[in-house]
């Protein structure tokens, strides 16, 4: 009289055998990350995001940038670019990553976008790029090179000039052609770093506390890129008339960027400070880019192979289970 034991087995085996399955339907995309979705094993921990400026500006331009991601709790460090050369000003951030624990958010805008790819190169702790307005140079590249390959930078408007020509080169004293610190010309300013998107008297502060960059800056040649190695994301500003806005979109597509296109001047952080924090935001919020894009993750097939061993496994016990009653 033990028949009735197998029957009951049989039917709670298939029960039990579906939770596995149940339960990795359930989980869906939210298996398919760490941390909860997050993609950081310490959902709460945020990664710091450094904002990098350029040429003709200064750190005080991410103002509203940096208090909107502040009371949306990231740290957020808006260091100082020396602008004195490529190589230069590229060591001189590296060292300044290195001294921030955790993930991090790496932003450049304009020159900042070209010290930015060189002082990443090795770091793991730089997990996004995001550029904007910038230049992301490819090895062996110069800024200003790169601001000719098509048209639309109003820089120079004879590419003979030693000096573009809407540059004031004011000597450093050292008494080479090429020692000197380059200012965007006050009558130029509001068109080419503005694109005439503010009033006369925003435009004329902004040319008068300009910090300036060597020639050096603009002539040295880039090292090996960061963003062929790192997820980057891209804000094109269609009105761009420092680097040109088809100069921007090509940078974009090489280095394969989540891009955004924002009807703005170059000087973006001027006009459209909350694109700039949305695109950081979406670079934040996306640590592991690859995984997302192809929608499988060590936790998925981990919980699938789980899943499969256990019906497997199961099926064995229920067909076992029916041979003993014949």
Not at 145 to 170: C, F, H
């Amino acid at each position: 009289m033990t028949q009735p034991r197998p029957a009951r087995i049989r039917r709670v085996l298939p029960l039990a055998l579906l939770l596995p399955t149940a339960a990795l339907i359930s989980a869906g995309p939210a298996a398919a990350s760490e941390g909860g979705g997050s993609g950081d094993p310490h959902p709460s921990a945020k990664p710091t995001v450094v904002l990098v400026h350029g040429a003709w500006a200064d750190a005080s331009g991410w103002s509203e940038v940096t208090e909107s991601l502040q009371a949306k709790g990231y740290p957020v460090v808006a260091t100082a670019n020396p602008l004195r050369s490529l190589t230069g000003d590229s060591a001189y951030l590296a060292a300044r990553l290195k001294t921030i624990k955790g993930p991090i958010v790496l932003v450049g805008h304009s020159y900042g976008g070209a010290v930015i790819t060189n002082a990443a190169t090795g770091n793991p702790n730089v997990k996004s790029l995001v550029y904007i307005a910038a230049f992301a140079p490819d090895r062996g590249e110069a800024t200003l090179q790169l601001a000719a390959k098509y048209p639309g930078s109003r820089l120079t408007d004879d590419p003979a000039a030693p000096i573009p020509t809407a540059l004031d080169a004011v000597p450093l004293g050292g008494g080479g052609p090429t020692d000197v610190d380059l200012y965007v010309k006050p009558d130029k300013f509001g068109d080419v770093f503005l694109s005439d998107r503010l009033d006369a008297s925003r435009a004329n502060v902004l040319a008068a506390s300009q910090r300036p960059a060597t020639a050096v800056t603009g002539a040295e040649k880039s090292g090996p890129p960061a963003w062929k190695t790192i997820p980057s994301w891209y804000l094109v500003a269609t009105d761009d008339r420092t680097i040109g806005t088809e100069n921007l979109r090509f940078m974009a597509e090489r280095a394969g960027s989540t891009t955004v296109e924002v009807d703005a001047p170059h000087a973006v952080m001027e006009t459209n400070p909350g694109d700039i924090t949305d695109l950081i935001l979406q670079a934040a919020h996306d640590t592991r880019p690859g995984l997302a894009r192809t929608g499988t993750s060590p936790q998925t097939l981990a919980l699938a192979g789980t899943a499969l061993l256990a019906l497997t496994g199961g099926t064995a016990l229920v067909l076992g289970s029916r041979r003993s009653r014949v």
